[in-house]
């Protein structure tokens, strides 16, 4: 045990559903012998093991289970059955700003806090100054904390958790607080405390940061521990997950020693498999393929490939589509389905930095259109154009002929793209009399999350080869 921070074995957490009140009351007063409630397994029998000095992240879906693997890990909530054991001093950034009394001034918090996590008044007089300066709230940390902002609250919460050096750091989606400022100041302390070799166990839904600080990862689905390994691994796991690809019978054990595939493997495997799903689509339908500028364009019509063949569902439904998203256009032709893949052929909204991945649009076709124009843009969160092409520019003669047809225009492309959150826009259009038609155009319509292990400066990775020579 002296070389692990943590260890769970076989960690249950059950929680007793009622479909009334009453029920509830009547087990609670032993007036029946009935079993009136259904168990419901937030964790079930979860094992895992940290070493001291690594960075393990923790991923899965909403409800999965790994807010509440923390929670018992940090002595918040306590398991049903199975064996905790922590070897370290714990810092938990999990509800920050828990246990503040909204009465109290900032000063007399932190001391609150401080005392409660287990320092001397004389230790937290040590780390006062550090604190105040990390928080960076000014005179308002004399006053009382129900005079905050939301912001100053919080970075006050994540100054005292931050900076109480402790052996073992938890974080649960807690990174990205206030503004880019103090998020950039939280990654540095973060980094700060991976180059001391002090134990993070970390949970988020940025695959982005999963993938560039954990050394391995656990993930988690219905409350099981469904694989474990490394980043990337069960990151491409975890894709499969949301998007329901995932076989349920699956061994989790098998998961986890699953062979690694060398890069040169992985690059062969993905070329592999892009010119297999051209060939099959060039076998099985009478539309065309053309490789134009660098790009695979495939046009179809008459069928519906790549999974969006089917008339009972839609393969979109998978992906993180935009309540809000705007959507006009005359309906002449219509979009009415669309896909992202990767390389596998997975249908996902998350993207791995350097892998081809495929945009799909279905559109169904209402009248004759001689020269439709199918497109697609990519922006980031704040509407910036980052790239996008249509059938125009890439030099694709397109026509809608028949109305009542349905055709797949899909676009392959290699994501050069710095990590970060974009949005998908999509298009049809076309030019009668000398004006623009806009049949249909849906803006903003899905969110895609590009996961990088390196960014560089600006929008786009230059892809550069480093040379450096010793001259004497």
Sequence with gaps: MES???????VSKVYKLYDRPMDRLKEALRLTKEVRYRPH????????????????GIIGTNGAGKSTILKIITGVLTQSAGDIVIDGRISALLELGAGFNMEYTGIENVYLNGTMIGFSKEEIDKKMDSILEFAD????VHQPVKTYSSGMFIRLAFAVAINIEP???????ALSVGDVFFQAKCYKKFEEFREEGRTILFVSHDLGSISRYCDRVILLNHGTKLGEGSPKDMINLYKKVLVTQLDEQ??????????????DEEVKDSEIDIDQRVDQERANTNGSVEIINGKTLMVEQGTMGFALNSKDSQVKQFLNINPNYSDYGNKSAE??????????GNVTG?????????VAIKVRVNKVIPSPIVAFVITNVRGEEISGTNTLYEGSKLTFDTAGQEVIVTFTQEMNFQGGEYLLSLGCTGYENGNLAVYHRMYDICGISVVSSKNTAGRFDMNSTVEIRVVR
């Excluded at 709230?137 to 308002?140: A, E, H, L, T, V």
């Excluded at 979009?335 to 596998?344: G, L, R, S, T």
């Excluded at 998350?350 to 495929?358: A, C, E, H, P, V």
């Design 4 to 10: 692990l921070a943590i260890k769970v074995a076989n």
């Design 41 to 56: 397994y937030a964790l079930n029998d979860v094992s895992f093991e940290i070493e001291k000095g690594e960075t393990v």
């Design 137 to 140: 709230i000014g005179k308002f």
């Design 167 to 173: 052996e073992i750091l938890i974080v649960d989606e």
């Design 250 to 263: 699956v061994d989790p054990g098998s998961l986890e020693s699953d062979k690694m595939s060398t890069p």
């Design 335 to 344: 979009i009415i389905d669309f896909a992202i893949y990767d390389d596998q």
């Design 350 to 358: 998350t993207l791995i930095k350097g892998m081809l991945f495929t």
